[in-house]
């Protein structure tokens, strides 16, 4: 298996502009994680699904932020206005199962760098 | 609330030992985890202690878990430049019925000549 799939690696983009970060979790991992990392604020869970469904989103800074996973090879996250404050790595995760044992190990994508000017 | 805290820079010289710590909160943390991030590169899973455990050793690694205080340490023996990266402590933790992870900031260990 290739890994976690993060499109594209690099983003530059303009205050005000639409941005679309891309994710391929692992074949057959139910858990799909979107995390943010700033050297300001550190890691941060954003959302994460579970079969496809959006299980906790608390962690989405605002309404301007949403995330799809129309099918369990893909998902999607917008940020529409972008802001110069969205400026970070934003990071996909996939897990076979939740948080509570060894093997629900998190597989971290390689990040999208996102900067917006 | 959760909460994981880290120190955020460590520095040290090769071959010497490392020692990173890591204090958090939730006490009914079933398992807690090391993942290290490289320059560039997603976290990856380093090791991880059960919450009944107070000691765990793999290689140069070794975990070291004081549930009373709560806190967690890794310890890397013989350091070598490979080692510099990012050293992340997560502990699992129940939020609106589910488990999730809750990292802390991350240490950067820098490791020199």
């Known amino acids: 298996d290739a890994g976690v799939i993060q499109s594209p690696r690099h983003e530059v983009t303009e205050m005000g502009q639409e941005v679309t970060l891309r994710c391929k979790p692992i074949?057959?991992?139910?858990?799909l994680f979107w995390y943010r990392q700033t050297m300001m604020r550190g890691l941060e869970l954003l959302i994460y699904?579970?079969?496809?469904?959006?299980?906790?989103d608390s962690g989405m800074p605002e309404d301007r932020f949403s995330a799809k996973m129309p099918n369990a090879s893909f998902s999607t996250l917008k940020i529409q206005p972008s802001e110069p404050r969205d400026s970070a790595v934003y990071f996909c995760?996939?897990?076979?199962?939740?948080?509570?044992?060894?093997?629900?190990?998190?597989?971290f994508g390689p990040g999208t760098r996102l900067t917006v000017l | 609330g959760e909460d994981v805290e880290q120190s955020l820079f460590l520095s040290v010289r090769e071959g010497d030992s490392s020692v990173i710590n890591c204090t958090y909160t939730?006490?009914?943390?079933?398992?807690l985890y090391w993942y290290k991030q490289e320059p560039g590169a997603g976290l990856q899973l380093l090791t991880y202690?059960?919450?009944?455990?107070d000691m765990k050793q793999d290689q140069r690694l070794t975990v070291l878990l004081n549930k009373k205080d709560k806190h967690l340490s890794l310890r890397i023996a013989d350091t070598q430049t490979g080692d510099s990266a990012i050293y992340f402590c997560?502990?699992?933790?129940?939020?609106?019925?589910?488990?999730?992870?809750?990292f802390g900031a991350g240490t950067r260990l820098a490791v020199h000549p």
């Open positions: 995760a996939s897990s076979l199962r939740l948080a509570g044992g060894p093997l629900d190990e998190q597989f």
């Open positions: 939730d006490s009914s943390s079933t398992y």
């Open positions: 202690i059960f919450s009944n455990m």
């Open positions: 074949s057959g991992h139910d858990y």
């Open positions: 997560a502990e699992s933790s129940i939020s609106g019925g589910y488990n999730k992870l809750i």
């Open positions: 699904f579970n079969n496809n469904v959006p299980i906790d």
